[in-house]
């Protein structure tokens, strides 16, 4: 089945109010007091400490995290691929995150008056003379700078390339556009076994390093459960031999007990050892 039938484009649009703000005048003051050039620094202000938007800025980053891993790179321009067997998995996410995201703002939205007011006064952040109101968005305005977008397009076709132009030059569009297919395939191909090289080496070697005064955290291993489980639904193209590398990694690895890892030598190296075996393999058919 081509590509194109199997799977799709996802776009992840995120914004949020920057609490960050350079302050001009500021930045001049603190360079004539220190006989410094007025372009040597500058000085940023943090408007704001409230809880709610640091509420706001973490559901936002795990929601980009998620977006990564359920998906795969098309380019550099922000668009990823998503197989149509990760779809509603990936759908699931993407709506409980926007849902949080969206309960969050509301929340914003209705404490922002009083926020405003503890701000003014605020010991943490301290402004005192430096505190501007007009540096803050009135709430309608500040509305406008919260949005959580998600986009799902189709994957192009070359063959479906409809701009009339001389033969000549469309069947040379199309095998350029052939051709930047091919190479965007690959390089998400790689991006799949990118991930397992990282998640696998770390585990054999935090496993090879454990001992005294060493700690083996639980998510060297969930970690990898969790990369495994994601995996199969990332094979773009579907490659036999990243499925079967899955398979191997999710029979002899993902069933092991972290706590039998730590307090097992044996067992650590048996398993340092099976997944140093995998990674070797896995050179026959991926190079990082």
Known sequence: MPLNE???????NISQWNTRRIDHGITQEVALSKGAQTDAGQYALKLS??????????CAAAAGTRHRELTLPWGDNGLRILLNNQYFKY??????AK??????TARLFQEWPSIL????ISPRLGHGAMFNPAK????????????FRISILPLPDAD????????????????????????????????????????????????AAYGPGVRLHDTVLTNLVDL????????????????????????KLCGLSIEKLKDYAPARAEAASTAQAILDKMKDYYVG
């Open 99 to 104: 849902a949080l995201f969206t309960g969050h």
């Open 160 to 207: 479906d390339f409809r701009v009339k132009l001389s033969e000549e030059e469309e069947q040379r569009v199309r095998e350029d556009m052939r051709q930047s297919f091919a190479e965007t395939i690959q390089a998400s191909s790689r991006d799949a076994w990118q991930r397992l090289d990282k998640i696998l080496g770390h585990f054999a070697k935090q496993l």
């Open 117 to 120: 007011a503890a701000e003014k």
């Open 228 to 251: 495994v489980d994601i995996l199969p639904g990332l094979n773009v193209t579907a490659d036999p031999a990243l499925d079967a590398v899955i398979a191997e990694t999710r029979e």
């Open 91 to 96: 759908m699931q996410a993407m709506n409980s």
């Open 136 to 147: 803050y968005p009135a709430l309608e305005d500040l509305k406008r700078r919260f949005s």
């Open 6 to 12: 199997r799977a799709m484009l996802a776009t992840l």
């Open 49 to 58: 400490n409230a809880a709610v938007l640091t509420d706001i800025a973490k």
